[in-house]
């Protein structure tokens, strides 16, 4: 298909299901891509110029689709959802917004860079993909329920976000190495349940860490820093963990423990008023 200069936009659903469609060029005039407009269609490449505005679904199964560039603001909820043969994208340095569920499911897509004023990225925009290693830049302040749940080959995260919504790496089974930068402050419930990991170090910055945060991992022991308020007693809930260990005497724990042997706080602390507590 030949798209000719002049054209600005392409309506929803243009070519729903075109299956036969394996290349377009999108014209510099163009501004518009409708939602669903490429929806299942052969397209093999696809590049998003930075004056494009795209509705919601417009590349979603499209199984055929191998490289991507994308350089408007905001890619929209599921644009890339379930494209299972992508493996490049290429973000531009003006992306800001990746959507909800945009890149689900891409389950050939092992390596990604997040450009670096990135703001926000949406629940499970890359959930059940083929990452293997993800650097989530400082810019990025969130990162929503199920953001990577279920990658199973992601084995490295390294996170400079301030709160890690609920079930933001659950079930990525592989995923053995979690660094943290100074910035995070709240680890969701469930965010890390089901990894791989067998060490992990919070920084100081954290201040809440939810129920079963960590559970079903290998993790021999969790230390929690002495800034943190509140950590739920279920927080290493099925791992047969040694211990818990709360650095500091103001750190509440929510519930009954389960998971760890031994529970170890600061004499007079508040924890020391739950059972298990040493």
């Known amino acids: 298909v030949v798209l000719s200069e002049g054209l600005i936009s392409i309506g929803e659903s243009a070519f729903y299901s075109a299956g036969a469609l ?71 340095k003006s992306v800001k917004h990746i959507g909800e569920h945009a890149f689900d499911y891409s389950v050939s897509l092992k390596r990604i860079e997040l450009p670096s004023r990135l703001q926000t990225i949406g629940e499970q925009a890359f959930a ?53 930068t100074a910035n995070v402050e709240t680890i969701g419930d469930s965010a890390f349940s089901r990894t791989g990991l067998t060490e992990i170090t919070l920084p100081g910055s954290v201040k809440s860490v939810g129920r079963r945060a960590f559970a079903g991992t290998n993790l021999h022991a969790l230390i929690i820093p002495a800034g943190c308020t509140t950590v739920d007693g279920s927080v290493l809930d099925d791992t047969g963990a040694a211990y818990l260990y709360l650095n500091g005497a103001s750190t509440n724990i929510n519930g009954n423990v389960s998971g760890a042997a031994y529970v170890f706080a600061p004499s007079g602390s508040d924890a020391c008023y739950v059972p298990n507590v040493y």
């Open 22 to 92: 394996e290349k377009i060029d999108f014209p510099f005039s163009l501004r518009t891509i409708g939602k669903n407009a490429f929806y299942g269609t052969a397209l093999t490449t696809v590049e998003i110029s930075q004056m494009i505005t795209m509705g919601e679904y417009a590349f979603q199964f499209c199984t055929k689709l191998t490289s991507v560039s994308v350089f408007c603001e905001t890619i929209p909820n599921c644009a890339f959802s379930n494209c299972e043969t992508l493996e490049s994208v290429t973000f531009g």
């Open 128 to 180: 059940g993909s083929g990452l293997t290693e993800i650097v989530i830049p400082n810019s990025v302040q969130t990162i929503e329920y199920g953001t990577f749940t279920n990658c199973r080959s992601l084995t490295s995260a390294t996170i400079g976000a301030r709160e890690i919504k609920h079930n933001a790496f659950y079930y990525c089974a592989a995923l053995t190495d979690v660094t943290f």
